[in-house]
């Protein structure tokens, strides 16, 4: 049974569980379902506890029914046998009466005889307490009998209403009995009961009855218990008749009647006689013994027991003592109330207890994992509400660095028009610094609003093919009035298989490289700042030739810090090295790994853990010394991480810093039918012919500053070799089948023995093979160059000042060599003078309903040098724009009403598409196209709202991209610059 | 007598730009102006006047009209406000950025009142730029061309 429980028990768990599972995504079904549950279970388990009580109390009473049953009729039996045993020697006794009272003339026995063989056979009767002989006379006979007797046939029944004690009993005082048919006096009696003798039996009630059944039946007849005379005890009196003859069995009960002599009888004396059988038993004292005659039911006479009325457990055993009519029964009950139920009540409690406990756990568990699912909820609400507000304050952040944009703006072009104005030198000094201190501000909100856009995460790269070398080239210009000022050398270095052209965001790279740089700058005294570009595979596959970089070996040989240790933790790394090339070769994809190398103070080992949150610097004593927010890196990082690089560093403190990261672009140069907007990107390109063929050796015992040099040379085209000395020079010149058209000087070398230097000079004077190669010293910083010059007067070397940049560099061999010039534009040249160039005689389209706009929009273009065509509605540009047409391109605003600008893109798109088709299949000609048989017109979308979903939108539709309302220059050139 | 003028159209160009009536794109405008195109800004801010009397009239009706069609009221305020931010108008701006706001909540009341904003902005300018251009017409010569470049 237990182990169906426990079934039962863990079937129920594993449900609830099952059940908590499904439902756990419901948390308020959950919680009422769970109430329910619970109250049910409860409930169950209390019933099935009062019902396991239940159960195991009446187990008990069951078993204590049975064993008062089986003790009860224990004792019945033994009475029933002892009573028949009397029985059955009283019926002897009247047999011996009727043989030798009867049967013998005179009469065998008399009353001293009947007494005394009576009272000696009173062990064989032991619960009767007396017989007596009764013999039948008829009045006929009385008169007679009385005489042969000597005393007169007395009544009974007065001495039944007045029972006498045994000490005043006189038998005289007894009435005759009256005169009746026929009597039946006693005539021999034991000597325990001599008083009945001369009493008629028959006047007794009782008797009489008992008599007269005992007559007719010829068996032993039981009376009712009564009062017996003398003893006051309660007895039953049995009666057999003794018969004249022996009778068949099937007479009838007249015949006997007739042939009866006498009665013979016995007193029982029930009370003793169930008091000695109890004794007689073990565990008398278990149970109450009540005996009681029940001939007439509703009237039962107790004729033993005390009459104590217990409505508890009783049993009730029949009694049989030979009588028919009468009717006996043993009544049994237990002495004591039965005991407490304690087994019972233990287990069922116990279960409760179990299950309640069971309950409470449950319950427990689930009202801990409501609370869990609240506080989680909470937390999560929590959580939504900090981001919002995260969110909410960088979009704050954004929006006043963007408000403050515009009144900045306002000052500074005010500042500007008051330069115009005339002013003295002192305003002149104010107003510059006021100007100054407004473009750091500008600058400063420009980096908090891209944190923020960052943060946000609206901050989108671009997409557009750049040139590498040049940018660099860029930001070392940015750089070299500082460098030269603190006399720090600065080189970039770009590797070979770094392409020319990629695509990808050069502004945010720009911004990465310079604000690297300018963190080096910041913390650097004295020594070198390097820059070299490679791509990852080219680093993977050589970090055992990078061993080179040694500490002693350098650009300025100051020691540094391993910049391999910088890129350790990266992942492009960790990754095993054979599938990482081939997934990176297997696409379009470069990955440039980007190392910023100084000699600086370094960055304190407590430090390196935060150098990249936002705000944070290395101590609050170096934005007093150095300036700056300290956000430049965190921005880095991000913008490194949108293009899916990493980026990392190594520090080490009085040694400098190597800060790397990795990025990764789209190759530029794949496609070629693009290839005309690199001309303007790619600046350095017109001079590099006119350096085609020529030879340059480069003197320098540091063979990475060499490295630069000779990178830098070679972008101009010409070959270059290396030597590591003055004097290995003239054996080379001499010794080598080309002619050398310069010697490039590393000023160190120059300045270590000024009279090396002299000799080399005078030895180059007087060359005599040919055009002497020009002589030019790579210096450092202008003022040292100056010092040096003065000293080697003899043969002035041209001096070149570091850092080195293709375009600088290019200009400087140009003046010393006497090549021409062409007037190639120069490097920070303004993006609108290229837009001119680019604008210059194309035909474009403007279209806008508003003619504002138009106005506004072919205002600006026409600045530009464009030829303008405006239409006022989308309708009119899709007839215009019919090929074939000269248009080269199309700005289309993009809410007109009618037909706004996307549909118009989209029918433009269509009917191209439809006439490309014809074209393709020779159903129109390609002569009446303009010889061009892919009509594609360049659309932008002219947009005030510039938001991501706008700009996709436009893309869907077909447009080529967007430009902003009001026109900027710089993003218009932009724009039209992927197109024309 | 011409440094003085220019003085002078500088200054009240600083007062407009200072008091919020126009911004930069007004400057830009003036940068667009050349040989070429000696009176851009004028002509462009003419068309501006006739393109808004007509949009404001337009407005005023749909207005005046019940139910209040707000989605064609928003059209209409949008190409005022487009033409207004082209030529730097950003007083006018503002008022026709809070008026379509206003059309968004389907505010009538808000619609109204702002109205009356729009067109008193829209008065003021127009009576501000007149004098401008009647100082740069006095002066002779495009002053704005100048103001724009330094």
Request: one cysteine or more.
């Amino acid at each position: 049974m237990w182990l169906k429980w426990w079934e039962k028990i863990s079937e129920n768990s594993w449900k609830i569980q099952h059940h908590y599972f499904q439902y756990i995504g419901s948390k308020r079904v959950a919680k009422a379902w769970w109430r329910k549950l619970l109250i049910a279970w409860v409930l169950g388990w209390t019933v099935v506890s009062l019902w396991i009580f239940c159960y195991m109390r009446l187990q008990v009473t069951e078993k204590r029914k049975e064993t008062l049953a089986s003790m009860c009729d224990e004792r019945a039996r033994m009475l029933q046998d002892q009573f028949n045993v009397s029985m059955n020697h009283i019926q002897a006794m009247s047999i011996m009466i009727s043989t030798f009272h009867h049967g013998k003339n005179p009469s065998a026995i008399d009353q001293r005889t009947f007494a005394r063989y009576t009272e000696r056979t009173a062990f064989e009767r032991p619960i009767t307490s007396g017989v007596a002989y009764a013999v039948r006379v008829l009045h006929s006979e009385r008169e007679q009998f009385e005489k042969q007797q000597g005393w007169t046939i007395k009544r009974m029944d007065t001495l039944e209403q007045n029972p006498v004690h045994e000490d005043d009993y006189a038998p005289e005082a007894l009435e005759p009995s009256p005169i009746r048919e026929e009597y039946a006096p006693v005539i021999f009696a034991q000597d325990t009961i001599s008083h009945v003798v001369s009493l008629d039996v028959l006047s007794g009630k009782e008797d009489r009855e008992n008599v007269l059944r005992a007559r007719s039946s010829g068996k032993g007849v039981l009376t009712a218990p009564f009062r017996l005379v003398k003893t006051n005890r309660l007895g039953v009196i049995l009666t057999f008749a003794v018969y004249k003859t022996d009778l068949s069995s099937n007479v009838t009960p007249k015949e006997r009647i007739q042939a009866t002599d006498g009665y013979l009888g016995g007193v029982f004396d029930i009370e003793s006689l169930v008091e000695k059988l109890l004794q007689q038993l073990a565990s008398k004292q278990t149970i109450l013994v009540n005996v009681y005659d029940t001939t007439d039911h509703s009237h039962p006479i107790s004729m033993y027991g005390s009459n104590v009325s217990d409505d508890g457990l009783q049993h009730v055993s029949t009694l049989n003592f030979g009588d028919p009519i009468r009717k006996h029964e043993m009544h049994c009950r237990f002495k004591q109330k039965p005991p407490w139920p304690w087994l019972a009540i233990t287990t069922s409690v116990g279960i409760l207890v179990i299950a309640l406990l069971v309950g409470y756990i449950f319950h427990a568990t689930v009202n801990r994992i409501a609370k869990v699912e609240d506080d989680y909820h909470q937390m999560m609400e929590l959580k939504k509400r900090a981001e919002a507000a995260d969110v909410a304050k960088s979009q704050f952040l954004a929006t006043v660095s963007h408000e403050i944009r515009t009144p900045m703006n306002g000052v500074l072009g005010m500042l500007d028009m008051l330069m115009d104005t005339v002013l003295d030198v002192t305003q002149q000094d104010y107003v510059g610094t006021a100007q100054a201190s407004g473009k750091a501000l500008v600058s400063l909100i420009n980096e908090v609003l891209d944190q923020a856009k960052i943060q946000s995460g609206r901050l989108e790269l671009e997409a557009m093919r750049f040139d590498l070398r040049a940018i660099l080239d860029d930001v070392l210009s940015l750089f070299s009035g500082k460098s030269q000022e603190k006399g720090v050398e600065l080189a970039v270095y770009i590797s070979d298989q770094v392409p020319e052209m990629l695509i990808g965001d050069p502004g945010r790279f720009r911004q990465i490289i310079t604000n690297l740089m300018g963190n080096s700058m910041k913390f650097t005294e004295k020594g070198h700042i390097f820059v070299t570009v490679h791509l990852v595979e080219e680093v993977i596959g050589s970090i055992d030739v990078e061993t080179e970089s040694s500490s002693k070996n350098t650009l300025s040989g100051f020691p540094v810090a391993d910049r391999r240790r910088s890129w350790e933790g990266f992942k492009t790394f960790s990754r095993e090295g054979s599938t990482c090339p081939l997934s990176l070769s297997s696409s379009d994809l470069i990955n440039l790994i980007v190392s910023v190398e100084d000699t600086g103070v370094g960055i304190p080992l407590e430090a390196h853990s935060r150098v990249f949150t936002p705000f944070m610097q290395v101590g609050p004593s170096i934005s007093r010394t150095h300036g700056g927010t300290g956000i430049g890196l965190s921005i880095s990082k991000c913008l490194v991480g949108l293009m899916s690089g990493e980026i990392g560093f190594v520090s080490i403190p009085k040694i400098g810093s190597t800060f790397t990261f990795t990025a990764v672009f789209t190759n530029g140069c794949s496609n070629p039918n693009e290839y005309k907007s690199q001309q303007i990107d790619n600046k350095s390109n017109p001079a590099s012919s006119e350096f085609q063929g020529m030879t340059a050796l480069v003197v320098d015992h540091r063979p990475v500053r060499a490295k630069v040099s000779r990178y830098h040379i070679q972008r101009l085209g010409a070959h270059v070799e290396v030597v590591s000395d003055l004097n290995q020079v003239l054996p080379y010149i001499s010794g080598g089948k080309t002619v050398t058209n310069m010697i490039l000087v590393e000023q160190e070398i120059w300045d270590r023995d000024s009279g090396i230097s002299a000799l080399f000079t005078n030895n180059l004077k007087n060359f005599d093979r040919g055009i002497p190669p020009k002589l030019f010293l790579l210096a450092n910083s202008i003022g040292s160059s100056r010092t040096n010059a003065a000293t080697s007067s003899v043969y002035t070397p041209l001096i070149i000042t570091k850092p080195l940049r293709t375009s600088m560099l290019a200009a400087s061999l140009q003046r010393a060599m006497g090549v021409e010039n062409k007037g190639n534009p120069r490097n920070g040249e303004l993006p609108g003078l290229s837009l001119c160039n680019l604008l210059l005689g194309r035909k474009i389209l403007i279209v806008d309903d508003n003619n504002v706009n138009l106005k506004v929009a072919a205002g600006a273009l026409k600045k530009y040098g464009a030829d303008v065509v405006c239409a006022d509605s989308g309708k009119k540009a899709i007839s215009l724009l019919k090929p074939p047409h000269q248009f080269d391109a199309c700005f289309m605003d993009v809410q007109m009403p009618e037909m706004d600008g996307f549909e118009a893109t989209r029918n433009i798109r269509c009917m191209e598409h439809s006439i490309n088709n014809w074209i393709q299949h020779g159903e129109l000609s390609v002569e009446a196209y303009a010889n061009i048989s892919n009509w594609h017109v360049p659309i932008l979308a002219m947009t005030a709202d510039v938001i991501q979903a706008t700009h996709e939108e436009s893309l869907k539709c077909g447009m080529d991209g967007y430009v902003s309302k009001p026109f900027e220059a710089q993003q218009l050139y932009r724009e039209v610059s992927r197109f024309l | 007598m011409d440094k003085n003028h220019l003085q002078r159209q500088l200054e009240m160009k600083r007062s407009l730009l200072d008091q919020g009536y126009l911004d930069e794109q007004f400057i830009q405008l003036e940068e667009l102006e050349d040989g070429d195109n000696p009176n851009f800004v004028e002509e462009t801010v003419t068309t501006f006047y006739a393109n808004s009397a007509r949009l404001l009239q337009n407005i005023e009706q749909a207005l005046g009209s019940r139910p209040i069609d707000f989605t064609a009221l928003d059209n209409c305020m949008h190409q005022f406000k487009s033409s207004s931010t082209s030529i730097g108008a950003t007083r006018v701006k503002k008022e026709c950025t809070l008026f379509m706001e206003y059309c968004e909540a389907a505010n009538a009341e808000g619609c109204i009142r702002t109205f009356r904003q729009v067109k008193q902005e829209h008065a003021s300018l127009k009576t501000k730029l007149e004098n401008y251009f009647k100082l740069a017409r006095q002066g002779g010569t495009s002053a704005g061309g100048h103001a724009g470049r330094s």
